[in-house]
């Protein structure tokens, strides 16, 4: 066997400091294979199974370092890496979420000077059942630079660039995660006999064959709904795609059969539904004319139509800017020099809503954006039915969202390489049927990646999720997973949650908003793996008490995280306050029955007062909903008070 090394010791690739640090790789049995870099060298025999490993002692950040590797046979390999610190960035799409969606948020990110020493391994999506891989089958390490940016993890991104600058060190990403992914997909087979629920999901698709038969029927049986459309295939769907790249092959006209329809207004954004399309499923037509000044013609110009259900294509001026596969994607093109004109102006849009729910998004910006200017293109548009289908679209049957598969395809060969803390963002997959077992799955989960890591101490910093309502049904679940989040951020050591209510926007999964989150994950980073003092503190409810017909919650400012190597300085809680200014909101009674009523809540310095019913409640919830986001509590910091149960018929007992 030829020496080799996997994906992620490839040029570029970013080692962790300050600890051992594996090297790792496969050549010929019976050989010894010799690694050297900064100064050590070490050596091991390569085993039966064509595998070697080695152990350097901790390494000084920087680099570009040389790493040889040489064997006895006089087979040689070169990397060139960087010593520094190094980051799993895991979960799911908000996680994934690149930094090309969000550039119109964060248009000066991609002005600024490259920076070769932030960097991130992306690994691409691809599943297993039959055991953990010991190597990639698609992933690459790329800088931050032009090409290498649109790629990034925008959380990854935004914490990435705050350890370069409070550290000065190469910073490493490894991007493991995807869009859509429960979090029984990160585990194994082991761990979940613990979940029988969610293990028997995936045993339908154990078989030989079996899986990829499931997932080809599926795709066969959308191309077939998009053919009765007039395309030649359903456009490609799941991870992210480069913008503007898709296989929908089918090309329409300008004029095709555009006279003889019958066109009708539309406002948009908005439902369809409630457009007098109730329950359409199809394909649209819709048109605006769009009148500019002298000053716009010929320009470059951005365009903004949010988001849609479900996949389109966009023209201006029968040029064609592009074109979207799922309602998640933000609909942003460039529209280039020439294509403008002084006056009218003709907006196209061709959309296939696969389900009876399409929509333009409601809250989205709809402009023609030309420098400082900006041409609101909402408001009445015209529309007509192209054609229209007598049934939903058929769903792909995702294989790679089944249990155990991610975790052996995915996250099984980065085992090896030491990382000094994890970014877990993920749990809106797992909102439905298994929310009550969330908060055990997830520290299960630590306990095994601790154990796969051999780092018994791995620190896990974790997003809560944040505010959301629209395609989301208020049945707890949402809540729920918060709920699980924050216990293990209290229950789990080294672990952190991190509270994002006010970060989320109620009209999309992925919300835009991603550099507040990545701060305050930069914020407990620096208090749970690095041991420092920071002035971030988190309100936490310390008491709850019934008296004189009220009850009575109490708040003190803790450290957002337990140091590893250090302790905050206590301080006496800081007074609460509302994010928006207004009385504090989002508390309800609940009773056994099932009936709840909104409370009245009063802040008096550290301390909420909120005045009881005639009958006594089972329960007092704050911030128990998908969306809450009506006078939410903070401290003097801004940082946000998270949802929480208080029983009343135990009154001592807090449940946070």
Request: negative net charge; contains cysteine.
């Amino acid at each position: 066997m030829m020496l080799h090394l996997p994906k992620l010791l490839d040029n570029g690739c970013v080692l962790q400091s300050s600890m051992l640090v594996t090297i790792w790789g496969w050549g010929t049995s019976g050989e010894t294979v010799s690694v050297a870099l900064q100064g050590q060298t070490v050596a091991a025999a390569v085993s039966v199974d064509g595998s070697w490993s080695v152990e350097l002692q901790p390494l000084t950040a920087g680099g570009p370092y040389a790493l040889h590797i040489e064997t006895s046979a006089g087979e040689r390999l070169k990397r060139e890496v960087y010593v520094g610190e190094v980051y799993l960035c895991a979960g799911q799409s908000n996680m994934e979420l690149p930094m090309e969606w969000i550039r119109a948020e964060y248009p000066s990110e991609f002005t600024r000077t490259p920076d070769p020493l932030l960097r991130q391994y992306k690994v691409m999506p691809h599943y297993d059942f039959a055991g953990p891989r010991s190597d990639h089958e698609q992933a690459a390490w790329s800088s931050c630079d032009e090409q290498g940016l649109p790629g990034f993890s925008a959380i990854g991104y935004f914490f990435g660039r705050m350890l370069r600058e409070h550290f000065g060190v190469p910073v490493g990403l490894l991007n493991v995660s995807l869009g859509g992914s429960p979090i029984e997909l990160w585990m194994n087979a082991k761990s979940l006999e613990d979940f029988p629920e969610a293990l028997q999901t995936v045993q339908p698709y154990l078989a030989d064959g079996v899986a990829k038969a499931r997932s080809k029927s599926s795709i066969e049986a959308r191309d077939r709904w998009y053919r009765s459309l007039g395309y030649d295939q359903a456009p490609t769907t799941g991870s992210w795609l480069p913008l503007g790249q898709w296989n929908w092959h089918h090309e329409k006209s300008e004029t095709d059969d555009a006279e003889t329809r019958e066109w009708h207004s539309i406002t948009l954004p908005n439902f369809f539904a409630n457009q007098g399309l109730s329950r359409f499923r199809g394909e649209l037509e819709l048109r605006k004319t769009v009148y500019l000044p002298s000053s716009a013609a010929g320009k470059p110009a951005f365009l903004r139509l949010g988001t849609m259900a479900d996949a389109e294509h966009t023209w201006i001026n029968g040029h064609v800017l592009g074109g979207r596969t799922n309602q998640y994607e933000p609909r942003d093109y460039s529209i280039p020099v020439g294509v403008l004109k002084e006056g009218r102006n003709e907006l196209r849009i061709r959309l296939v809503c696969e389900h009876d729910v399409g929509r333009v998004t409601p809250g989205k910006t709809m402009a023609i954006i030309i420098g400082d200017d900006v041409f609101d293109v909402s408001g009445v548009w015209r529309y007509a039915v192209v054609v229209e289908a007598n049934q939903d679209c058929p769903w792909e049957d995702f294989v790679r969202w089944k249990p155990i598969g991610l975790y052996n395809a995915m996250l099984a060969p980065c085992m090896p390489y030491r990382v000094r803390a994890v970014l877990w963002y993920q749990g809106e997959s797992n909102t439905g049927d298994f929310a009550p077992l969330y908060q055990r799955m997830l520290t299960s989960m630590i306990e095994l990646w601790r154990r796969d890591w051999n780092q018994n101490r791995l620190p896990f910093l974790i997003v809560q999720l944040p505010n959301f309502s629209i395609d989301c049904i208020e049945d707890g679940g949402w809540p729920t997973v918060r709920e699980a989040q924050w216990r293990v951020g209290e229950t789990v050591p080294d672990t952190a949650t991190i509270v994002t209510l006010d970060a989320g926007d109620w009209n999309d999964l992925h919300p835009a908003h991603k550099k507040p989150i990545a701060q305050r994950l930069f914020q407990a980073a620096r208090q749970l793996v690095y041991g420092e003092s920071s002035m971030a503190r988190q309100p936490v409810m310390t008491r709850a008490q019934v008296k004189d017909g009220a009850v009575i919650l109490t708040f003190d400012d803790e450290p957002i995280a337990d140091c590893l190597h250090a302790a905050a300085a206590r301080k006496s809680p800081s007074r609460l306050y509302t994010v928006d200014g207004r009385e504090p909101g989002e508390f309800t009674f609940f009773w056994s029955g099932g009936s709840q009523a909104p409370a009245k809540a009063v802040i008096a310095g550290s301390q909420v007062t909120i005045q009881l019913p005639v009958r006594m409640p089972t329960e007092l919830r704050y911030a128990w909903r998908n969306n809450p986001d009506i006078g939410l509590l903070c401290n003097e910091s801004g940082t946000l008070v998270t949802p929480l149960r208080v029983h009343l018929r135990t009154t001592s007992r807090i449940t946070r």
